[in-house]
């Protein structure tokens, strides 16, 4: 058989076997990530504070956090708030970057943490189903500890309970109301 022959065929087969590898990678079953239980002790002496704000300054903020928690490298994801929290970036797949964005339906649960449910997806022209983006998310991007992707229920799950502010002051979600601009937030500062 010719050399040629050979190496065309041995190329061919570990071309195939790569994009075997990755489609199975990327279409297997993501690990089920579960929630950790609230850090929700909350002293007697505590301070709580009752904070109003804007989704504008919510988007704000949340990016100032995730910089810091980043350590202020240049963040892969933008993250928008407005009618939806709108999550945008891109994927990188055999050497093309293809942008994609996701808006998610903020709820507060009852310890004051938030879920971020997937509410709709555009990969570019591709169809991809929200699982795979979103464990292609958590494995590419290195998120805080308190930032938990959640790739089976089509979720990110922001542990407010696991942020630490400024003088060791803790911050709950009372209540996300994007259509009407209004999010109550809860400071508990500690006088101890």
Do not use: C, H
């Amino acid at each position: 058989m010719n050399k040629w022959k050979v190496a065309f065929f041995s190329i061919t087969g570990l071309f195939i076997i790569l994009i075997t590898v990755v489609i199975v990678w990327a279409t297997s079953p993501a690990e089920d990530v579960p929630i950790p239980t609230p850090n929700t002790n909350i002293a007697r002496t505590d301070s709580i504070l009752l904070v109003e704000t804007t989704a504008d300054d919510f988007e704000k903020l949340a990016m100032k956090y995730l910089a810091d928690a980043l350590n202020n490298s240049a963040l892969p994801v933008d993250f928008v708030v407005g009618d939806f929290i709108v999550l945008e970036s891109e994927l990188t797949v055999f050497g093309v970057t293809v942008p994609f964005s996701m808006e998610f339906d903020p709820v507060v649960n009852d310890d004051g943490n938030i879920r971020l449910k997937q509410t709709s997806m555009n990969v570019g022209k591709l169809n991809i189903p929200p699982i795979t983006v979103l464990k292609l998310l958590s494995d590419s991007v290195q998120f805080p500890s308190w930032v938990i992707i959640r790739p089976n229920e089509e979720e990110i799950f922001v542990d407010l309970s696991r942020l630490r502010l400024y003088s060791g002051s803790k911050v709950r979600a009372k209540e996300i109301d994007l259509k009407n601009d209004r999010i109550l937030l809860e400071i508990i500062v500690p006088n101890e």
